[in-house]
Every structure is written in structure tokens, then in C-alpha cells.
């Protein structure tokens, strides 16, 4: 049984109605993403609300989460209204492709740990389906809704598994998104990659590739890099 509630060095997260828990690909991407300069942030996807509060701790942005779900939207709501952060952070019951339909506003950035099954193998609970398999939120409809309403130098950022990474980037291709910025995810040296984390834009420029190992291969331990990266979150760290 997951945790009733994750405890973070600035916010608390509670988690028992919400479909998907707290998790590392979420702590990793909300570390990693900079949104240095961003004056609104867009959270596809909310879930508890986790990526939103990281935005905020991070920036001084408005940030809007969208979620479909709504015993999650009512999750996130209750950790948002717990933050420090809850005036900037507004929660919108839409679908993503609902909500990219509107254009009066633009964003700086998006982030998004999206659902990323194909469908193949599909739990009793409907809940955690909608959060986890892809026909909620297919990628095609991902980039078309980007294209609408992300700002002309807006960013994406997204965690993927690793061996979907050229079905990810080759349909950020047809809507004239590009990888600037990559990931790759290891276990620790000695494993494959099994997450990678993208940092798309509308700019076609080189790739910029770089590995980070969660855990060192002889200790076991957390590796420093990791460390580094979310010890402005984690409270073991």
C-alpha cells in the first residue's frame, strides 16, 4: 500500500485518491526542467499536483495544472491549498485537448509525465488507466495542442521510457518540435536506460545529450549526481 502522504523539504503531498502516487520520473523531470524567466507554466496532467509545486518552488511563474480525473483534481487541490504556492497555481478540470482548443493565452513552458501505454495490458481499475495508458493522451494530440498554445520560444519538458524515446521524438518531428536538451536515465552505469527526459522547442538546434545514474553501481547507494539534482526537494538529501 503506497503512503498516504509524501513529505518534500518545501510541501507536503498527499496521495491516496489521486491514480498515480508520487514517483521518481515525476521528482526527476520537475528537478530537471528549467524554468528560469518562465511567466506561466502549464502542467499536463497534474495528478497530485507534485510537478505544479515543484514548478513553483523553482520559479515565481503562474502555473495552471490540468487534469481530467477527478478524484485527483480534488488531490491536487488539497496539497496546492496546503502550499505556500496556492495563488499562483490554478487547476483546471479539462481534458488536454479541451483545453488547448482556447487561445488567449500562451506558455512559456509545459511539463508533462504523461500517461504512455499502448493499451496492451489493462488493469481493473479505470482510474489508474486513464492516468497510465496512452489513448487519454496520445502523442499526436499532445504536439498539435502544444502548437496552439505554447509562446513562440516555448519549451516542453517530458519523461519518457527509454525504448519509445524514437516514437516520442519522430512525432515531435511532424509538428516542427525538436530535442534540445536529453536525458538519458540509468539505474545505475552498469544498466540500460530505462527513462529519458527531453526538452523539446520549436528550435532546430543540435541535441545536447547527457547521463545521469540514479544510483552508484558498487554502493548501491544514491549516486551524487542524483543527489544534486533533487536535494532541493527530497528531505533525506
Not at 514548478?55 to 488531490?75: P, R
Amino acid at each position: 500500500m503506497s503512503n498516504k502522504y509524501f513529505r518534500f523539504k518545501q510541501f507536503i503531498v498527499y496521495q491516496e485518491k489521486a491514480a498515480m502516487k508520487v514517483g521518481i520520473d515525476s521528482v526527476l523531470l520537475g528537478a530537471w526542467a528549467d524554468f528560469d524567466n518562465a511567466k506561466r507554466i502549464l502542467d499536463i496532467g497534474t495528478g497530485t499536483g507534485l510537478l505544479s509545486l515543484m514548478a513553483a518552488q523553482k520559479s515565481l511563474a503562474q502555473i495552471t495544472a490540468i487534469e481530467i480525473d477527478e478524484d485527483s483534481i480534488k488531490q491536487a487541490q488539497e496539497n496546492i491549498n496546503l502550499s505556500i504556492w496556492s495563488e499562483r497555481i490554478k487547476i483546471v478540470n479539462s481534458s488536454f485537448q479541451d483545453f488547448a482548443k482556447q487561445k488567449d493565452l500562451k506558455y512559456d513552458c509545459a511539463i508533462c509525465n504523461p500517461p504512455y501505454f499502448n493499451g496492451t495490458y489493462q488493469s481493473p481499475n479505470q482510474q489508474r488507466n486513464k492516468a497510465r495508458h496512452n489513448n487519454t493522451l496520445p502523442l499526436p494530440d499532445l504536439f498539435a495542442g502544444l502548437n496552439r498554445i505554447l509562446a513562440p520560444n516555448g519549451k516542453l519538458y517530458i519523461i519518457y521510457p527509454y525504448f519509445q524515446k524514437d516514437d516520442l521524438i519522430s512525432e515531435a518531428y511532424k509538428y516542427n518540435f525538436y530535442p534540445n536538451k536529453i536525458l538519458e536515465i540509468k539505474p545505475h552505469k552498469n544498466k540500460p536506460a530505462k527513462r529519458i527526459a527531453i526538452c523539446f522547442s520549436q528550435k532546430n538546434i543540435p541535441s545536447n545529450i547527457t547521463q545521469l545514474f540514479i544510483k552508484d553501481a558498487i554502493t548501491m547507494q544514491y549516486s551524487k549526481e542524483y543527489i544534486n539534482l533533487t536535494k532541493s526537494f527530497y528531505l533525506d538529501f
